[in-house]
């Protein structure tokens, strides 16, 4: 057995474990990201429901689906929470495998920054193709 | 000892003792219960969902470009490969959501029971299989 270790910093223990985990942070991330996930139950239903019954059609039959203000705001609210909750979820993954630093900012950074420019991208063409 | 993370290996037994905590085994020790591979194939669909976003993003790019563009987009989505990307992506969004609904269940404290856990994966394993074919099914009959 090896001599009983011996602990000469003066914090608590729950103190000692704060801001230890891998991202440092995150009761507003994981709450988030839970709610996203709830918002994204029925989004996704619809969403698969709507590309079901539009396989194969043609570019115009999109147009019109789109052109209607409740197709229209319910895929700007699909794209919103999917890219967001994205983001949220790749950030967990990244802080967990990542381990250094510097890759660790940057990779998080870029796949952050590339979830804004899809979402904002998928945004402005359903902007376009239904107003 | 002053290392705030080595301090943290560092635990009172019942006795009231300072001692080291164990360390458990590493992954490769494991054999993989269904539990297990759940557990991560909730990350990797995660990421692959993530990655089919991309064909989401060009469909709506290729719709609000032109017909040209549009049918480019249709035509790759028709070809072996554009096929297996979506069958993929279908997938891979399935499992996610099933097995996203149990980890919400999870947050409000159900489920932990072993033979909860070992059911409910299996669970959302039929689940995706069942609703992954069925899609296919109702968008090849309707194509």
């Keep these: 057995m090896a001599e009983t270790p011996e602990v000469d910093i003066l914090r608590t223990p729950l103190g000692r474990a704060r801001g230890l985990g891998s991202a440092h942070a995150g009761f507003h991330h994981w709450w988030i990201e839970r709610v996203e996930a709830v918002a994204l139950i029925p989004l996704t239903i619809w969403f698969v429901v709507s590309l079901l019954h539009r396989v194969g059609a043609p570019h115009q039959a999109m147009i019109d689906w789109l052109s209607s203000p409740v197709s229209m705001v319910l895929m700007l609210l699909l794209i919103g929470t999917t890219f967001h909750h994205l983001s949220l979820g790749a950030q967990t993954v ?3 495998y990542v381990h250094q630093p510097l890759i660790k900012l940057w990779s998080v950074l870029i796949v952050k920054g590339a979830c804004a420019v899809l979402a904002l991208l998928c945004i402005v ?7 | 000892m002053t290392d705030v993370g ?3 290996m560092i635990a009172r037994n019942t006795e009231g003792k300072l001692v080291r905590r164990p ?3 590493h992954l490769q020790i494991y054999r993989w219960p269904v539990t297990m591979a759940t557990s991560i194939l909730h990350r990797v669909t995660g990421c692959a969902v993530g990655v089919g976003t991309l064909l989401m993003t060009w469909w709506l790019v290729a ?3 032109s017909d040209d563009a549009f049918d480019r987009v249709q035509w790759f989505i028709g070809s072996p490969f554009g096929l297996f990307c979506l069958f993929g992506w279908t997938v891979a969004l399935f499992y996610h959501f099933f097995n996203g609904i149990r980890h919400l269940a999870w947050d409000i404290g159900l489920g932990f029971e072993q033979q909860e856990y070992t059911l409910a994966s ?3 394993i039929i689940a995706t299989a069942v609703s992954s074919v069925l899609v296919w099914i ?3 009959v309707a194509w």
């Design chain 1, 94 to 96: 990244l802080d967990d």
């Design chain 2, 63 to 65: 719709a609000a470009t």
């Design chain 2, 122 to 124: 299996w669970g959302v």
């Design chain 2, 23 to 25: 360390l458990s085994p």
């Design chain 2, 138 to 140: 109702i968008g090849l």
């Design chain 1, 125 to 131: 063409c359903v902007l376009k193709i239904g107003l």
């Design chain 2, 6 to 8: 080595d301090a943290l």
